[in-house]
C-alpha cells in the first residue's frame, strides 16, 4: 500500500486551535468513516479534526494499519503515549525450577512438569497453562492443588467428555487430607460430577466437576459452595465474551472466596488472536486493559466487526501473556524421547460428477432461499445451511477415494485412527470399511459405550477407529495408533491439532504419521488455505513464528466457488 496518505499538527485558522490535518483522498476518506465530525481542511484532499484523546485514539488505529506520513513526529509521539497499553505492574513469573510435589501428591512428575508446578505455584494460581497437548496439564494441575494452601474445595470446569477423565485422574494422583492435616495413604479426595441442571443441594466435597453448558443452569447452587480454585479445562471454551459459559465463569471467579484460578488448553487461540482476551480477563483482570483497551493498541476490526491482532503487535502479545500470565512448552522442547509428528497433504479424486450435481442443488436453494429471505438473520443462516452443504457434499464426493486410502494404509498392519466430520460420511465409512470390525466414537454416545469403543482399540481388539473430528478430538488417548488419516477438513487448525495429539502424546513410541485427504477440485483446496493462513496467526502469538496472515471470508468464498463451478459446467 503506497501513498495513503500524511497526518500533521497545525493551527486551524477557522477555529483558531491545534488541530490534526489528514491529507490524501484515501486517508480522508478513512477518517471521515472513522471520525464523524472532521471538516474540510483548505484542498480537496484534506481533513481537519479536533485534537482530543478519542480523535486520537482513531487516528492511531489507521496509522497502526496503514504506512501514513507522520509529518509532526515529536507531538504524535508525545499524544500517543497516553494510549498506549501500559504495562501491568503484575510481577513477571521468575525462572522456573523443578519443584517437588507435596505429600498428598501421589506418583511422580517428569522435569517439564515440575517446572510448571512451580510456574503455578510463582504465578499464585493465577494462570493459563498452555502447554500442548499431551503433555500432561491435568497432573500438574492436580500437583499444584495438592501443594497450595486453602486451594479446595475446587471446582473443575470442562467439557462433557473430560469429566470422568478428571475423577479418574483425582483417584489416581492424589492421596486424602483429613481436616486436621493428615495424609491417608490409601483413599483419595471426595468429588462429584454435576451431571443435571435442575436447582439442588450438592453437598461438600474436595472437587465439584461440572461441564461448561450446564454451568449457568447450576450457578445459584455453585455460588453456595465457598469454592476455593478454579480450574478451566479447555479453557478456548471461553473465547468469546457474549456467551452464558463466559459470564458464569466471570462471576464465579470474582467471588471473595476464590483465590487461585487455572485455565488450561494446548489451544487457546481457536482462529483470532483476540479470543486470547476474555481467557486472561478471567485468570488475571486487567493485564491486557479491557476489551476495548486491547482492540485499539493490537488489533484492526473488520467490516463484520471481528477484532484481528495486527501482525506487528503479534510479538508484543506474546511476550505479554509469556512475561505475566502463559507457560507455553511444545513436545519437541520437553520431550526428547517422542517421535516427530509429519503433516503431508495427500490430494486424492473426487467424483466430480456427483460434486457438480449437488453444487447446482445447492446454489439453486441458496438463491431460492435468498430471494424469499425477509431479514438479515435468515439470509446469514441460509449462508451458513450452504457453507455446511457444500462440507458434507466435499466429503462424500471423496467418499470411495478415501475408503481406498484407508485399505492401502491398513495392509501396514499398523493402527490407524481416521476423523470425520458428518454423521452420514462417518456412518458410510463403517459400512465401506466394516471389514476390519472398527471401533466407533461419535457425538450422541454414552460415556461408557465410548469408553468401552476406546478400550476395544488401545488393547488391540481392532486396529481401525473412526471418530468424529470433534467428538473425538479432546478427553481420550489413542497413542496405540501411529497414523491418523482427516477425511473431512475443519475450519479450525485448533480442532485438527488436538485430533492429531490424541496419538501424539506422553506414551506414543512411534513417529505419527496425519494425513489430510484434499479433494481435487473441492472446497478441501480452500479450506486448505484457510487452515494454514489460521495456524500463522495462532503460531506466531503462541509460538513466536511471523508468517503473515491474511483473513478470508469463509461464506463469501463459497458463494463465489458455487457460482463458478455451477457456470463452468
Not at 471418530?467 to 497414523?483: D, E, M, S
Request: with cysteine; glycine share 6%.
Amino acid at each position: 500500500m503506497v501513498n495513503f496518505g500524511s497526518l500533521e499538527f497545525v493551527l486551524d485558522r477557522y477555529s483558531g486551535t491545534w488541530c490534526w490535518k489528514i491529507s490524501g483522498a484515501r486517508a480522508v476518506n478513512m477518517t471521515a468513516k472513522l471520525i464523524p465530525r472532521a471538516w474540510y481542511g483548505d484542498k480537496p484532499d484534506e481533513a481537519i479534526v479536533s485534537d482530543n484523546d478519542e480523535n486520537v485514539k482513531q487516528l492511531k488505529l489507521i496509522a497502526d494499519r496503514y504506512p501514513m506520513t507522520i509529518l509532526s513526529t515529536s507531538v504524535w509521539k508525545r499524544k500517543i503515549s497516553s494510549l498506549i497499553v501500559k504495562k501491568q505492574r503484575t510481577p513477571k513469573i521468575e525462572k522456573l525450577e523443578k519443584a517437588l510435589p507435596s505429600s498428598q501428591f501421589r506418583g511422580t512428575l517428569l522435569d517439564f512438569q515440575r517446572e510448571g508446578l512451580d510456574f503455578l505455584l510463582k504465578s499464585s494460581g493465577n494462570a493459563l497453562l498452555a502447554d500442548e497437548m499431551g503433555l500432561g496439564k491435568t497432573v500438574q494441575t492436580l500437583a499444584y492443588l495438592s501443594k497450595e494452601k486453602q486451594s479446595f474445595p475446587a471446582l473443575i470446569i470442562a467439557p462433557l467428555v473430560t469429566l470422568t477423565n478428571w475423577q479418574q485422574e483425582i483417584k489416581k494422583f492424589l492421596k486424602k487430607k483429613s481436616r486436621n492435616g493428615k495424609i491417608i495413604q490409601n483413599d483419595s479426595p471426595t468429588s462429584t460430577m454435576i451431571r443435571v441442571g435442575k436447582l439442588g443441594d450438592i453437598g461438600e466435597y474436595d472437587f465439584y466437576i461440572i461441564n461448561y453448558e450446564l454451568l449457568h443452569k447450576r450457578l445459584p447452587d455453585l455460588e453456595k459452595l465457598n469454592i476455593h480454585s478454579i480450574i478451566c479445562d479447555e479453557v478456548q471454551h471461553l473465547r468469546s465474551k457474549t456467551t452464558q459459559k463466559y459470564a458464569a465463569v466471570k462471576k464465579l471467579a470474582s467471588m471473595n472466596s476464590v483465590k487461585y484460578r487455572v485455565g488450561l488448553s494446548g489451544t487457546p487461540i481457536y482462529n483470532r488472536g483476540s479470543e486470547i482476551w476474555p481467557i486472561v480477563d478471567i485468570l488475571k483482570p486487567g493485564l491486557l486493559g479491557n476489551f476495548k483497551e486491547f482492540c485499539e493498541y493490537f488489533c484492526w476490526v473488520d467490516e463484520k466487526g471481528k477484532a484481528m491482532v495486527l501482525d506487528n503487535k503479534r510479538d508484543t502479545l506474546r511476550k505479554q501473556l509469556t512475561t505475566h500470565v502463559m507457560l507455553r512448552r511444545k513436545k519437541s522442547d520437553v520431550l526428547k524421547d517422542l517421535k516427530d509428528k509429519v503433516r503431508h497433504q495427500q490430494r486424492i479424486t473426487a467424483d466430480d460428477k456427483y460434486y457438480k450435481i449437488e453444487l447446482d442443488k445447492i446454489w439453486k436453494k441458496l438463491e431460492e432461499e435468498q430471494k424469499y429471505a425477509e431479514t438479515a438473520f435468515d439470509k446469514s443462516a441460509s449462508y451458513q445451511r450452504a457453507i455446511e452443504s457444500e462440507r458434507q457434499v466435499a466429503g462424500m464426493s471423496k467418499l470411495k477415494h478415501v475408503t481406498e486410502f484407508v485399505n492401502e494404509v491398513m495392509e501396514t498392519d499398523e493402527s490407524i485412527v481416521v476423523f470425520c466430520h458428518h454423521k452420514a460420511l462417518h456412518k458410510l465409512l463403517h459400512q465401506n470399511l466394516s471389514e476390519h470390525n472398527p471401533a466407533s466414537i461419535i457425538g450422541g454416545q454414552t460415556l461408557s459405550v465410548r469408553d468401552n469403543e476406546i478400550d476395544r482399540f488401545q488393547k488391540g481388539k481392532t486396529k481401525l477407529m473412526i471418530a468424529g473430528l470433534r467428538a473425538g478430538n479432546v478427553g481420550i488417548n489413542l497413542t496405540k495408533a501411529r497414523y491418523v488419516i482427516f477425511a473431512e477438513l475443519d475450519w479450525s487448525p485448533a480442532i485438527h491439532r488436538q485430533a492429531e495429539d490424541r496419538l501424539h502424546r506422553i506414551g506414543q513410541k512411534n513417529t505419527v504419521f496425519a494425513y489430510y485427504l484434499v479433494g481435487i477440485g473441492t472446497l478441501d483446496e480452500h479450506v486448505g488455505d484457510i487452515l494454514l493462513d489460521k495456524e500463522f496467526e495462532v503460531d506466531s502469538i503462541l509460538d513466536g513464528k511471523t508468517e503473515s496472515y491474511e483473513n478470508k471470508e469463509k461464506a463469501k468464498m463459497i458463494l463465489a466457488q458455487i457460482h463458478d463451478k455451477v457456470a463452468s459446467k
